[in-house]
T-cell receptor, first 114, second 111 residues
Framework: EAGVTQFPSHSVIEKGQTVTLRCDPISGHDNLYWYRRVMGKEIKFLLHFVKESKQDESGMPNNRFLAERTGGTYSTLKVQPAELEDSGVYFC????????????FGPGTRLTVT | DAKTTQPPSMDCAEGRAANLPCNHSTISGNEYVYWYRQIHSQGPQYIIHGLKNNETNEMASLIITEDRKSSTLILPHATLRDTAVYYCIVRPPWSYGKLTFGQGTILTVHP
């Protein structure tokens, strides 16, 4: 069974540009999460989908970030316009239970804003 | 979520048991203890979780003290591939799955 996949693995963009990250969760997992780690900091929660609905978006830093989950399958995280402080590694995770079960993480997308 | 305290780093010899401690003195009665690890350049990986009883799986064992204020993750026979950052996370069921990562413990397994 395929794990959580993320695309691209690495993205380099200029400040002010737009970038869209994609996450494909494990098939059948209703819960999908986004996290990120910026340089030197801890991994931080961004938001949580249950199917196509946003369950918790308390970690989204500002309105330059937009997450969607079409049809409750894959998810995208768009950053528009990107700022230097958005550089970091963005992780996606999914889980199949009620939220109390383990989360399976993807390999991450390394975003570099120059 | 309850705050956890872990040592910043630990060393272990290959083939020996690695015992990683975690303090969670403010844990609530229904909060679970989870352990994850992050091997360099990979996404975090689930290891094990427990509520009050000791747990064991193919990766590790989790020992939770009777008062639940601390726990120990045990890797019985550490290998070089176990070198990673290990995170102890306490989480209530109503957090809808959000994980709160701290600094973790950098475990270095040496030959």
């Amino acid at each position: 069974e395929a794990g959580v996949t993320q695309f691209p693995s690495h993205s380099v963009i200029e400040k002010g540009q737009t970038v869209t990250l994609r996450c494909d969760p494990i098939s059948g997992h209703d819960n999908l999460y986004w996290y990120r780690r910026v340089m030197g900091k801890e991994i931080k929660f961004l938001l949580h989908f249950v199917k196509e609905s946003k369950q918790d978006e308390s970690g989204m830093p500002n309105n330059r970030f937009l997450a969607e989950r079409t049809g409750g399958t894959y998810s995208t995280l768009k950053v528009q316009p990107a700022e230097l402080e958005d550089s970091g590694v963005y992780f996606c995770a999914s889980s199949g239970g009620t939220g109390r079960h383990e989360q399976y993480f993807g390999p991450g997308t390394r975003l570099t804003v120059t | 979520d309850a705050k956890t305290t872990q040592p910043p780093s630990m060393d272990c010899a290959e083939g020996r048991a690695a015992n990683l401690p975690c303090n969670h003195s403010t844990i609530s009665g229904n909060e679970y203890v989870y352990w994850y690890r992050q091997i360099h350049s990979q996404g975090p990986q689930y290891i094990i979780h427990g509520l009050k009883n000791n747990e064991t799986n193919e990766m590790a064992s989790l020992i939770i003290t009777e008062d639940r204020k601390s726990s120990t993750l045990i890797l019985p026979h550490a290998t070089l591939r176990d070198t990673a950052v290990y995170y102890c996370i306490v989480r209530p069921p109503w957090s809808y799955g959000k994980l709160t990562f701290g600094q973790g413990t950098i475990l270095t397994v040496h030959p």
